[in-house]
């Protein structure tokens, strides 16, 4: 089975997907638990550093793992094979994810590199090859980690919007880091665009609470969002992580939001 996509950059670095890592580990245990559960980390780069990371992570958590790393450069590939080790496998494979039915896809700072209108095929692709119940993780974050989004996707349709907030900068600085099929679109008049103004107004309502800590702070903006009207999908404990999840159909291109609920007086 030919690779479908181009080959990217390949830039990772130690600990850059530790965010969206442990965000899976806390939203989806129950399918991380899955007996001889099988990850596609899709896009693992010229090293494989955070796929490692990744099988380590799910190890601890369900010894019966298996994580593919796959990559569409066979120089990546080949050296990768270095650190293959019991439950940790690397191979050439592009969307069509080398004929694997995982239960998780991990797909990160790949499409970024594409043009918008490849995001729905690939979409599309990865979704009609995961296993029953099983979702792929399609996003981007900065170099270090620190700040990020992504959409989980069902074997269909998109299912929701996570961003993952640096507490010690406004909210908006994640708007450089939305997925591909949002990037674009943070422009007056769009759902994303509204979403990101309405945080940044409540982190600076939120000033305040910045005397006990940024990340506080952030919470309380969060929770300010909330008040807003925009239907959060956590709750506090995951908001004190500067994380925050909405449903897809509150953000996708389009949909008809174009103002938020009156402010508060």
């Known amino acids: 089975m030919k690779p479908v996509g181009v080959a990217t950059r390949g830039t990772t670095s130690l600990r850059r997907l530790r965010r969206v890592d442990r965000w899976l580990l806390g939203t989806h245990p129950g399918l991380l ?17 955070t796929t490692a990371e990744l099988h380590a992570r799910l190890r601890r958590v369900n010894a019966t793992a298996t994580v593919v790393g796959l990559e569409i450069d066979p120089a990546r590939v080949a050296a990768a094979q270095a650190w293959a080790a019991g439950g940790l496998a690397f191979a050439a494979g592009g969307f069509e994810l080398a004929g694997h039915r995982p239960h998780v896809v991990r797909a990160f700072n790949v499409l970024r590199q594409y043009d918008e209108a490849a995001v729905a095929d690939a979409w599309r692709r990865m979704g009609e090859r995961l296993a029953a119940g099983g979702i792929v993780v399609e996003g981007t974050c900065d170099e270090l ?29 994640v708007a450089a880091r939305l997925p591909k099929a949002l990037i674009h679109r943070n422009v007056p008049g769009q759902p994303v665009h509204r979403l ?65 609920a009156p402010s508060p007086r």
């Open 33 to 49: 638990q899955t007996p001889r559960l099988v990850v596609v980390d899709l896009g693992f780069g010229a090293v494989p550093v």
């Open 145 to 173: 980690g620190r700040l990020g989004a992504w959409v989980t996707l069902g074997s269909d349709a998109p299912l929701s919007l996570t961003l993952a907030l640096d507490p010690n900068d406004a909210p908006s600085a």
């Open 196 to 260: 990101l103004a309405d945080l940044d107004a409540a982190w600076r309502r939120a000033a305040p609470v910045g005397v006990f800590s940024a990340r506080q702070r952030t919470a309380a903006a969060i929770a300010g969002l909330r008040d807003l009207g925009w239907p959060l999908l956590d709750g506090p404990s995951r908001w004190r992580r500067a994380e925050l999840t909405l449903p897809w159909s509150a953000v996708a291109p389009g949909a008809n939001r174009t103002s938020s």
